[in-house]
């Protein structure tokens, strides 16, 4: 069993910047990806930055490529993501995940590899 509380959503104006962190327990050293989701009023929900758990490669969505960062701190268990030149269409919520099936075949990026969900924490960019 893996835990994930996110933190650090709030309102920002365009051009500004936000940093949230997700906490993990229990179960992490079984954790393979950990990634942020982030879903729409409306939409399906996408996968925005991946990270596999304790190495640097990284995987992004194109909409974020440049603008985000995905990393982890595996000392204090949590993973944060660095948001810098938000756009109102980076307005969601943000969901942390995890992946402990370690299947060869994952997607990074897709929300049916992970299997651990976090609440969620709301990001509002305002024009």
């Known amino acids: 069993q893996v835990q994930l509380v996110e933190s650090g959503g709030g309102s920002v104006q365009a051009g500004g910047s936000l940093r949230l962190s997700c906490a993990a327990s229990g179960s992490t050293r079984s954790t393979y990806f950990m990634g942020w989701f982030r879903q729409a009023t409306g939409k399906e929900r996408e996968g925005v930055a991946v990270?596999?758990?304790?190495?640097?490669?990284?995987y992004y969505a194109d909409s974020v490529r440049g603008r985000f960062t995905i990393s982890q701190d595996n000392d204090k268990n949590t993973l944060y993501l660095e948001m810098n030149s938000l756009k109102p269409e980076d307005t969601a919520m943000y969901y942390c995940?995890?992946?402990?099936?370690?299947?060869?075949?994952?997607?990074?990026?897709?929300?049916?590899?992970?299997?651990?969900w976090g609440q969620g924490t709301r990001v509002t960019v305002s024009s």
């Open positions: 995940a995890a992946d402990t099936r370690g299947s060869p075949y994952i997607q990074p990026l897709a929300q049916q590899s992970y299997n651990y």
């Open positions: 990270i596999v758990t304790g190495g640097s490669r990284t």
